[in-house]
């Protein structure tokens, strides 16, 4: 009980310090979701805990992911407004992204050969994070290994998202929106704020629509080809 | 009285998550529970059978910590040392070609569509101009 109660309590510290460190420095290699969790599985390495002894502590952390998701729905009801004036190129656009995400990760890992347990893990790759890990767990993937491509496609759209933009020839922030709120998430959508307040505003619209969407896809996806 | 309002909130998103849970159990169907919740909420939020005023505070007390949550499942890697195996980088480089084509695919596609869908709207405004001025001038 003590131990667990060690664990919850340092696990918070350390989350509130590195949320406050980035946000004095945002960049997005200092996200506390990077810092926090490298910090804490050195520490685990470093006193020889098991991942099972931390989690009598975090499991109790984690059990406010449930009501937090469900939490999402304040943000989407409060931008139904925006998801009317464009509903056509919105909803076509998450579509297409969740589509031609869900068919490259199945092409590419099936030629080279790779166990289905792992494509299931990498298929919910473009939603937000705690959406991605539930869907991983109800298709039969492995949590913390989505968790870990979640972050790469996250990673990847805020670091190249601007070059595809110049090579694509791509001038509409509705988009840009669409495409880096489906595809990247929370972390690529952080440099959709260089394009401007619109850009932002349906990047972040999208990637709420895509979670609730891609939840519901992706078991359907699986239910096919699987 | 901030607090107490923020705990009783939680409370009413707790009831929403377990009516997700009890549905995926009932139906059996491969959904998170989370978001059967979620998208019920949206519901009553839309249909004003719940108040936004009833989630707000909870909602973006819960939001504003969300990260947190999913830090203890996410340590869990420390078990999947694979990840550093020829396997894990395939699924690496996977991944980054896959959300590099999407968001290429996706951002000329939605391009083509807004068009369209701006010259509807274009469209349909004039048609109610054109409707409005004959209401004018019968």
């Known amino acids: 009980m003590l131990k667990a109660i060690i664990f919850i309590l340092s696990t918070v510290v350390l989350f509130l310090l590195f949320n406050q460190l980035h946000k004095k420095y945002p960049y997005p290699f200092l996200l506390p979701i990077l810092t926090t969790t490298i910090v804490i599985i050195a520490a685990l390495l470093l006193f020889h805990i098991p991942f099972s002894d931390y989690m009598e502590g975090g499991k109790y952390i984690q059990h406010l992911l449930g009501p937090a998701v469900v939490g999402?729905?304040?943000?989407?009801?409060?931008?139904?407004?925006?998801?009317?004036?464009?509903?056509?190129?919105?909803?076509?656009?998450?579509?297409?992204?969740?589509?031609?995400?869900l068919i490259s990760v199945y092409v590419i890992l099936k030629l080279f050969k790779l166990d289905d347990s792992y494509?299931?893990?990498?298929?919910?790759?473009?939603?937000?994070?705690?959406?991605?890990?539930?869907?991983?767990?109800?298709?039969?993937?492995?949590?913390?290994?989505?968790?870990?491509?979640?972050?790469?496609?996250?990673?990847?759209?805020?670091?190249?998202?601007?070059?595809?933009?110049?090579?694509?020839?791509?001038?509409?922030?509705?988009?840009?929106?669409?495409?880096?709120?489906?595809?990247?998430?929370?972390?690529?959508?952080t440099k959709l704020k260089e394009y401007g307040e619109e850009d932002l505003s349906i990047g972040s619209l999208s990637m709420g629509l895509s979670a609730v969407i891609g939840a519901i896809v992706c078991p359907i996806f699986v239910f096919i080809f699987f | 009285m901030r607090i107490i309002r923020i705990i009783a909130q939680i409370a009413i998103l707790y009831i929403f998550y377990y009516v997700g849970v009890f549905f995926v159990e009932i139906t059996k169907l491969p959904l998170p529970a989370s978001v059967i919740g979620l998208i019920l909420l949206a519901l009553c939020l839309q249909m004003k059978w719940v108040k936004v005023e009833y989630i707000r505070e909870g909602a973006g007390f819960l939001l504003a910590f969300m990260t947190l949550f999913f830090i203890p499942p996410i340590v869990g890697i420390i078990d999947y040392p694979e990840l550093l195996s020829l396997e894990g980088i395939l699924l690496m480089v996977t991944i980054f070609i896959s959300t590099l084509f999407v968001i290429l695919f996706t951002s000329k596609l939605s391009e083509k569509i807004e068009q369209k869908e701006l010259k509807l709207k274009e469209k349909k405004e004039g048609e109610e101009r054109v409707v409005e001025s004959n209401h004018l001038h019968p």
Request: glycine share 12%; charged share 10%; no cysteine.
């Open chain 1, 72 to 101: 999402l729905a304040y943000p989407l009801y409060n931008q139904r407004k925006l998801i009317m004036k464009f509903k056509y190129t919105i909803l076509s656009g998450i579509f297409i992204a969740m589509i031609s995400g």
């Open chain 1, 119 to 189: 494509i299931l893990t990498a298929l919910p790759k473009s939603l937000t994070t705690p959406i991605a890990m539930q869907v991983s767990e109800t298709i039969g993937g492995i949590p913390p290994l989505t968790a870990v491509f979640v972050m790469i496609a996250g990673f990847t759209g805020a670091l190249f998202g601007s070059m595809i933009y110049k090579l694509g020839k791509v001038h509409s922030p509705i988009s840009r929106g669409i495409s880096m709120g489906s595809a990247s998430h929370g972390v690529g959508i």
